[in-house]
Structure formats: C-alpha cells, structure tokens
C-alpha cells in the first residue's frame, strides 16, 4: 500500500517536472522571439542555407554573393591551370594540403591567414590570375580567402568551388607532401 | 581482498557524501548556471554567428537551423538563472542535461565523421579532432554535473515526503 502511494507521487512528480520543463521552454521561446523582432540584430526564421546552382556545372554556396570574385568550373579551372599565368591556392589545412593537392598549388589556410600572408605574398603576383580552391561546394574557405585577399589589393581572383574533390576524382594532376609556402 | 573492497567502499560512500553536500551542490549550480548563462549571452548577441556555426555541424534540416539559432540561447539562459536562482531548478536541470546529451551526440557523429565543424568542411587535420576532443570532455562533465543536481533534488524531495 505504502509502496504504491510512493510511486503516485513519484509519477506526480515527473509530470510537474515535465509541465514546468514545457513551461520554462515556452517562456524562453516568447522572450527568443520577442527579442529577436526588436532587438535590430534578428535573423529570419528561416534561412537560406542550400547552395545555390549559378548556371548547368556552377553550383555555389549559399554564402556567396553577387560582387564575389568570379566562380569557375571545373573546366574552367583546367584551362587555367594549363596556362603560365596562373597561381592555385588551396585554402584547406596544412595537414589536408600535405596529404594531397593541385600540382604546383601554394598552401594558404585561410584560418591561418595572417601568419601565412607574409610567406605567400612573395610568390604571388598582382598581374596573375589567382584561383583559390577547398575541400569542395560545401566549403567556404576559398571564397573567404578571396575575399581578404580582395582587400589586399589583387584583382584577378576566381574561386574554383568544385576544390579538391572534383578535381581528385577525374583524376587531374595532383602531388602530395612538401608545402610549397614554407 | 575484504580490506581493498572497505577501502573502495569507503572512498565511494565519502565521494557520495562528497558530491551530496549541500555546499558541493552549491557551488555546482554556479558552475552549471554560470557556463551556461556566460554561453549563451554571445550568441544571443550574434545569433547570425551561431546559426552559422549550427549549419556547420550539419545536423539540422536548412529550415530548422535559424529557429534553433534563436531559441536555444534563451533556453539555455533562462535555465543557467533559474538553477542558480534556485527556481525549477528540477527541470532547469533536466533541460539543461538534455541539451549536453544532444551537444555531445552532434559532437561525437562529426568527430566519427571527420568534419571540421569550423568551416563546416570534411577534413582529416588530427587538430579539428583535439579540438573536438576537449569539447567533449567538457561536455561530459558538465553533463555530470547537470545530472547530479537533477538526482540530489529528486532525493531530498522524496525524503521531505
């Protein structure tokens, strides 16, 4: 008898419990969205986060704007590369680098941008084309680095979006090891 | 042997007493409540920011992200109050626990994953992963922590009956 009178109040107690869970949950949801309207800094309720598709082989993400270096295709990408005036960077981490990369692309982390400017800046050149890439369409590292690199004064920069992984899987020329920026 | 199982024993029974002190729980609402009030102020200050960095972990369909992004700061705010305050501190708790189980699950499926939740990216770089490590012990002992307030409160209102 006693034993079941526990477990009574016990069930009482986790449905209070779960009432007052709800309850602390909906406040903070009408105050989230009180604030959210009034305070100036809101965002949508819904965003648009899918990439977004530019033309038939030019997918790019939902964070690229109009006014962002042009963004090329893959067939694009090998023209450039065939040509003399022409500089790869590959955004993505040293390590991600090391383990493979565009032949003859220079190394350049955008996380790490301010320790790597100084060593890469030599090697560029203003009057050359600068194609930034990263791991694929869902990264944006190249597309923030173009963008500081922008604000340094380059001009001619492209962002190769389709990155390592298009580039790697129709089996175009690759190297491993050795960072070129260093 | 007897003698090795008193010793544990007894360091079980004084850990238990241990984190069963009613200054011990004190102090752990104030570290619960204070980590999650501090978290939560800058990303309701920058709720752009932390949407994006919601979408980085890849996780949540497009058009729940800006939603999440919105409420879950207040949640966490009002929760890391109301423990410290001493108000539903029960199912502040329980709330706040919850939302430790889902960090970690999110946290440990993209550590298996390999994604670099920074940039959102598939990369192998072993420093994404340490990273990720801390993260995880972090939140495994806050999660501790959320839980044993929960527990203790369930206990001394049980007792008072």
């Given at each position: 008898m ?5 477990s ?13 869970g709800?309850?602390?949950?909906i406040l903070?949801s ?5 604030y959210?309207?009034f ?9 648009s986060?899918?990439?977004r598709?530019?033309?038939d082989?030019?997918?790019v ?22 040509s003399?005036?022409t ?7 040293e ?14 982390p955008?996380?790490?941008?301010d320790d790597?400017?100084?060593k890469?800046a030599p ?5 050359k084309?600068?194609?930034a ?9 190249s597309?923030?680095l ?6 340094e004064?380059y001009q001619?920069?492209?962002i190769?979006?389709?990155g390592?992984?298009e ?5 175009l020329?690759?190297e491993?090891g050795e960072n070129h920026?260093? | ?5 008193t010793i ?6 004084n850990?238990?007493?241990?984190i069963?002190?009613r ?8 570290i619960?409540g ?9 990303k ?5 920011q932390?949407?994006k960095?919601v979408y980085?972990?890849k ?7 800006n939603?999440f ?5 207040w ?6 109050i ?5 108000i539903?501190?029960q199912?502040?708790?329980a ?7 889902s960090f ?6 993209n ?5 670099d ?7 192998t770089?072993?420093k994404?992963?340490e990273e990720?490590?801390?993260l ?6 806050l999660?501790a ?13 049980n007792?008072?009956k």
């Amino acid at each position: 008898m006693k034993l079941r009178r526990n477990s009574i109040i016990r069930e009482i107690d986790f449905i209070k419990l779960f009432l007052n869970g709800v309850g602390i949950i909906i406040l903070a949801s009408i105050l989230a969205l009180f604030y959210n309207s009034f305070s100036g800094r809101g965002i949508s309720l819904i965003g648009s986060w899918s990439n977004r598709i530019l033309s038939d082989s030019l997918i790019v993400p939902y964070s690229y704007q109009e006014g962002d270096p042009q963004a090329i295709t893959l067939s694009e990408a090998m023209m450039e590369f065939q040509s003399s005036n022409t500089i790869f960077l590959d955004a993505r981490s040293e390590f991600d680098y090391k383990q493979g990369h565009i032949k003859g692309a220079l190394n350049f982390p955008f996380e790490e941008f301010d320790d790597y400017y100084p060593k890469v800046a030599p090697k560029l050149s203003r009057d050359k084309t600068i194609i930034a890439y990263c791991d694929g369409t869902e990264c944006e590292l190249s597309l923030f680095l173009t963008r500081l690199l922008r604000e340094e004064g380059y001009q001619y920069l492209k962002i190769f979006l389709g990155g390592w992984e298009e580039w790697e899987k129709v089996g175009l020329p690759v190297e491993k090891g050795e960072n070129h920026s260093r | 042997m007897r003698k090795g199982k008193t010793i544990v024993d007894k360091m079980w029974r004084n850990f238990k007493k241990i984190i069963n002190n009613r200054y011990t729980l004190l102090v752990f609402r104030l570290i619960l409540g204070g980590i999650f009030i501090y978290a939560s102020l800058d990303k309701i200050a920058h709720p752009d920011q932390f949407a994006k960095i919601v979408y980085n972990y890849k996780f949540l369909p497009h058009s729940l992200i800006n939603i999440f992004a919105i409420i879950v700061p207040w949640v966490e705010l009002i929760c890391g109050i109301f423990v410290i305050a001493g108000i539903f501190v029960q199912s502040s708790s329980a709330i706040l626990s919850l939302l430790l189980v889902s960090f970690i699950i999110a946290l440990s499926v993209n550590f298996f994953r390999g994604l670099d939740i920074n940039c959102g990216c598939f990369s192998t770089d072993p420093k994404g992963k340490e990273e990720g490590a801390i993260l995880l012990i972090r939140d495994f002992v806050l999660l501790a922590i959320g839980l044993q307030i929960f527990l203790s409160n369930l206990r001394r209102l049980n007792n008072a009956k």
